[in-house]
């Protein structure tokens, strides 16, 4: 999947911006707070429905503003040109548009326009409860296997029932049971496709860990479920007096968690930042492999502030796995240091662009010469 251009208007500081952007590798350089990042959240809103964070929708309206819009212009793998809008208006909520048309429910475009991005706010991955984790396994899964996410609605749902008969102290087990029993099979399909997922992961985790941190580390992921020793009904009617107590749903698949490790420690615990960092980029690049596998599209990738963090020679690894790897489609990377920048420029063939950011306006300069381009910028808007 190809972003061949993309057209902004009051998406947080940026006012207006249209832009062009390479096939390849599409680099953007400024000052903290300048609107790199606010771009990056743009294209993920556009691909995936949804920002980066996890703020309220409104909150990526420009400050003074009444709504946003953002259209993008995308080729897909098989040449197919595909036009997606998305307009956010205070106190109206969102509306997404593929070529056109309105989407009856926003779980239609997950996968149809694979991302994977990469942010300062992914340690949290690692140092973060298990509710972080199990985000970004049900992210990463939908975009693979749309029936996931319908398996996922039904025991949320169910969950919440079975949540409120709780809290209202119902004693009566026969009620308990047929609710759960309604749990059991979304549980159990959300559980087989979550376990085959991390199998599928985890040696591509510790191959890119090795090639980021060097051969000396080991970085390796596991599953922990109840469902991996037990069936739902089991554990569900073995905690239920337990849980009517208490009023809420102590086990079950959403107290999931992935297990992370360096060798025979736990990486949460003892992981220092430079190997936190690490460790979630090659989960990254591992998710992007299983996304471009397992759905046959190429994802975009977004590599957000990257370098802060990492010693000279994990930056010198990454530098060369992004700027040689042909496994990569289009990528957008940002930088405070143009140092960074111009090493990834320098290593690569074709036609990257690189963009300078500052108060949500965007000036192209031009690789390879000095002269400085102009393109399109909010203040000439």
């Known amino acids: 999947m190809i972003l061949n251009d993309i057209d902004i208007l009051d998406f947080k500081n940026i006012h207006e911006a249209r832009l062009q952007f390479s096939p390849g590798v599409n680099c953007l350089v400024g000052l903290n707070g300048m609107g790199k990042s606010n771009l990056l959240e743009a294209i993920h809103l556009m691909c995936l ?18 709504m946003l819009a953002v259209k993008g212009n995308f080729t897909s793998d098989s040449g197919t040109d595909e036009k997606v809008s998305v307009g956010i208006v205070k106190g109206k909520g969102k509306s997404l548009k593929r070529n056109g048309k309105e989407y009856p429910k926003l779980s239609g475009h997950f996968g149809a326009f694979p991302l994977v991005s990469v942010t300062p706010g992914d340690t949290q991955l690692v140092s973060g409860g298990a509710e972080e984790r199990r985000k970004l396994m049900d992210m ?6 749309s029936s996931y996410l319908s398996h996922l609605i039904h025991y949320t749902r169910a ?4 949540n409120r008969m709780l809290r209202a102290g119902v004693r009566d087990d026969l009620l308990y049971e047929s609710v759960e029993n309604s749990m059991a099979g979304a549980a159990s399909a959300i559980h087989k496709a979550r376990k085959e997922w991390v199998a599928d992961i985890a040696p591509r985790l510790a191959r890119y860990y090795s090639l980021i941190a060097g051969n000396e580390e080991k970085a390796s992921l596991a599953y922990s479920s109840v469902l991996n020793d037990a069936t739902l009904p089991e554990v569900l009617a073995g905690c239920r007096q337990k849980d009517i107590a208490l009023g809420f749903t102590s086990k079950g698949i959403h107290r999931d968690d992935l297990l992370t490790k360096l060798g025979d420690y736990s990486m949460r615990r003892l992981g220092s930042q430079g ?3 690490s460790f979630t980029l090659a989960l990254r690049l591992a998710i992007y492999d299983y996304l471009k596998e397992a759905g046959g599209k190429t994802p975009i990738l977004l590599l957000d502030d990257i370098f802060d963090k990492l010693d000279a020679s994990r930056v010198e690894h990454i530098l060369e796995m992004v700027s040689n790897s042909g496994n990569f489609g289009q990528i957008f990377i940002t930088d405070t240091n143009r140092e960074h920048i111009d ?3 320098s290593r690569l063939h074709g036609n990257p662009r690189l963009f300078e950011v500052s108060d949500g306006a965007f000036r192209e300069i031009r690789v390879g010469n000095s002269t400085d381009k102009q393109v399109k910028e909010s203040e000439q808007e």
């Open 159 to 162: 969950l919440e029932s079975r």
């Open 275 to 277: 190997q936190v960092k």
């Open 343 to 345: 090493s990834i420029l």
């Open 140 to 145: 990463v899964i939908s975009q693979a296997d």
């Open 49 to 66: 429905a949804r920002g980066m964070s996890s703020m309220p929708e409104s909150a990526l309206i420009r400050h003074g503003a009444d």
